[in-house]
């Protein structure tokens, strides 16, 4: 599986992007290519696609794994405990054989993929942490195969290695476990690229595959029918939705001549589209290629773990041939050098380092979530936690996405109730969305609303209506043929006027109310020190009328998904936080160092970003960067101690003061610390409970009587 059109190949196992180092394998006599070895595996074991599959895989590898280290922990535990005193030797020697039987497949399963790693990182000639887990897990299993072997009383360690290897795959399950979701995501959206498409031929019209489509090709696109490929109309007009895409607000206008995006759905009239691009050429695709191009980089956590590995795996390594070589030249104690080496390589494995930020970023995860907010893994709260720029797109972020009536003016002699019932009764059969808000609002009201004898919509005009034989006409004020306003009552909003046989009957004025806690959430993002900016595809007075009620200083408009993607990388994107729920908020989402939208959001949006809000209430925003703030404190303190307390365990390994059963106790407690660290996360914001219905769209609308 791969992209050639744009050199970026995708593991057939997750869908992710691969990296230089991915891996390829033959599976059902078909060779394809993988991001890592695990996904490969995967494939081949469980046949189960992407990270459910990952994870269901080391599940069941870590369920079995820790149920034989349990048997094996029992008996080294007698062992160490003198219960064997006394026992016939030939017990004894079936328990030592049973340690063996049970460490044998849990190296198999859990330690051969570090030592498999460990050699090609070697051959490369760089060092990473799974080079110290191998040496250590295999170095005790090896110690321990020996003495069973060669030894008539064997100094047996199984338990030490397969402790290793079960405590750093609890931190790989973790990982894997929170970023399940994150590869189905892109399958979803492909696959909601592929449709059906009625093209337009000399014998008729009829229906074919969308990828079957070629440039030049006409289609006949009908009223709620999404567009297969980028094209302009030829004939028809209509109003289409473009927010997912381009951001704009409303409905735009298409006449013949227009350009219309695939990926959008037609308004409420037949259109005739002449086709100008199809597959990974259209505008839709290439913000999906963006999103994914995206999907390569790394975390600073990642990057900084690897930076310090290279120095401290070199290290411990040459600390353990150092120990092994004194004591057994200097001190002429060849039994206490190699217990004394292989105890700094017990004592080294980064199980607590494996935790450390796994284990932080479970108990956050699970804490965001009962506040009411998905994040994806732990690196996302990372990026969060030291995010400096907050940037919001406004049509359905900040703003509920869809018109609502927010006040109305009746003519001399109409009462507003009247004037809002005739509007909705002429707007009834209407598929606009300006008429459907006001029958909304209608029925909110709980006004009786009728279905007029005959209807006319004229797109881009207005809606013409036979109601109780009145003539009535709901648009513009041109349509409606009264004079327009000098002055709207609020500024930015749509006016739409009502007429009776061209008696003005009154006005209504509809706009995009802002979200519940809009305001109180840019206050508090900008109280935590973070810079917030308003960054929208609709126009600069929309732009500015939002960021007026919210209190958004910084505002840029007309913005395109390719102005909004360097946008943020131009602020420094690892410092950028991007809350969007559009199509072409996409790039930028992923782009930032931590993308969020809403549970409603478009099927990109929502695979792009990191964080996803459940419901609308954005003060769940400043809520969670505390978390993220906190959660970093705590990972940073795992780290801090497993280092240290991992210096300290080898320094006494090193003087051959710690038995290697000793050092596993040590790695034991420092893991256990770690888990209890992190679990204070669990009373985070204890007294705040998530709200995950929308809360008010906003003030009810005014109804004013003429003057």
């Not at 072997?149 to 064997?154: G, S």
């Not at 029918?225 to 030829?234: H, S, T």
């Not at 409420?268 to 691009?277: G, I, M, N």
Request: charged share 20%; hydrophobic share 45%; proline share 5%.
């Amino acid at each position: 599986m791969g992209d050639s059109g744009h050199n970026l190949h995708l593991c057939d196992h997750c869908g992710l992007p691969i990296a230089a180092s991915g891996h390829q394998g033959q599976v059902a006599g078909v060779w394809q290519r993988f991001c890592c070895y695990g996904c490969y595996l995967c494939q081949r074991i469980i046949g189960e696609r992407g990270e459910s599959g990952l994870t269901s895989w080391l599940l069941a590898q870590l369920g079995l794994s820790w149920f034989f280290s349990m048997d094996i922990m029992m008996i080294s535990v007698a062992r160490y405990t003198g219960g064997f005193e006394g026992v016939d030797p030939r017990t004894v020697r079936f328990f030592e054989w049973a340690e063996f039987g049970l460490a044998v497949p849990i190296v198999a399963m859990l330690g051969l993929p570090y030592l498999w790693r460990s050699l090609k990182s070697l051959l490369r000639g760089s060092v990473n942490a799974d080079v110290l887990i191998a040496m250590g897990a295999l170095a005790s299993f090896g110690y321990s195969t020996w003495q069973l072997f060669t030894q008539d009383k064997p100094t047996l360690y199984f338990d030490s290695g397969t402790m290793i290897l079960v405590l750093v795959n609890l931190g790989r399950y973790l990982e894997a476990a929170a970023r399940r979701k994150t590869s189905s995501g892109i399958r979803d959206l492909t696959a909601a690229e592929m449709g059906h498409a009625r093209l337009k031929t000399d014998h008729g019209i009829r229906e074919v595959a969308a990828d079957s489509l070629q440039v030049n090709d006409v289609i006949a696109v009908e009223p709620g029918a999404m567009l297969p490929a980028d094209g302009v109309v030829i004939r028809g007009r209509s109003s289409i939705p473009e927010a997912l895409l381009t951001g704009e607000g409303r409905p735009v206008p298409k006449g013949v001549g227009d350009s219309v995006l695939a990926g959008t759905t037609n308004g409420d009239s037949p259109l005739e589209v002449r086709v100008t691009a199809v597959g990974q050429d259209t505008v839709r695709s290439r913000i999906v290629q963006l999103t994914r191009q995206a999907l390569l980089r790394r975390t600073r956590f990642e990057s900084a773990v690897d930076h310090v590995s290279r120095v401290f795996v070199p290290v411990v390594m040459l600390l353990a041939a150092g120990t092994w070589g004194w004591w057994h030249f200097m001190a002429d104690d060849p039994a206490k050098a190699a217990l004394s080496a292989l105890s700094v390589l017990v004592v080294a494995c980064p199980c607590a380092l494996g935790l450390a930020v796994p284990m932080a970023s479970a108990v956050a995860l699970g804490r965001a979530a009962q506040l009411g907010v998905l994040i994806r893994d732990g690196s996302v709260l990372e990026s969060l936690g030291r995010v400096k720029h907050f940037i919001f797109d406004k049509t359905g972020t900040l703003t509920q996405g869809q018109p609502s009536v927010r006040t109305l003016e009746a003519a001399e002699g109409v009462q507003p109730a009247q004037l809002l019932r005739t509007a909705a009764s002429a707007e009834a059969p209407s598929e606009h969305w300006l008429g459907k808000a006001i029958v909304r609002e209608a029925k909110v009201r709980g006004l009786a609303v009728a279905l007029p004898a005959e209807f006319k919509a004229l797109p881009g005009q207005g809606v013409e209506a036979l109601l109780d034989g009145r003539s009535l006409r709901v648009g513009s004020a041109a349509f409606c043929g009264v004079p327009e306003r000098t002055q709207d009552p609020l500024d930015g909003a749509t006016e739409i006027c009502v007429s009776d046989g061209g008696r003005l009957l009154g006005r209504l004025w509809l706009e995009d109310a802002l979200k519940p806690g809009a305001r109180q959430a840019v206050r508090e993002l900008t109280d935590l020190g973070l810079e917030v900016r308003l960054v929208t595809g609709d126009s600069e007075a929309a732009g500015q009328r939002v960021a007026r009620e919210t209190g958004i200083l910084s505002v840029q408009a007309r913005q395109r998904p390719q102005e909004k993607l360097e946008i943020v990388q131009n602020l420094g994107a690892p410092w950028v936080a991007m809350t969007g729920d559009g199509l072409n908020d996409g790039p930028a989402l992923m782009a930032a160092g931590v993308g969020i939208t809403f549970s409603d959001a478009s099927g990109l949006a929502r695979l792009a970003a990191g964080m996803t809000l459940l419901g609308s209430d954005l003060t769940r925003l400043p809520l969670t960067v505390r978390l993220a703030r906190r959660t970093l404190v705590v990972m940073w303190l795992n780290l801090f101690w497993a280092f240290g307390y991992n210096a300290a365990a080898v320094a006494l390994a090193v003087m051959g003061r710690l038995a290697p059963q000793w050092a596993a106790l040590a790695m034991l407690i420092s893991s256990l610390f770690v888990v209890g660290n992190s679990w204070r996360l669990r009373d985070f914001e204890r007294n705040v409970s998530p709200q995950l219905e929308p809360g008010p769209a906003g003030p009810a609308p005014t109804l004013e009587a003429g003057r």
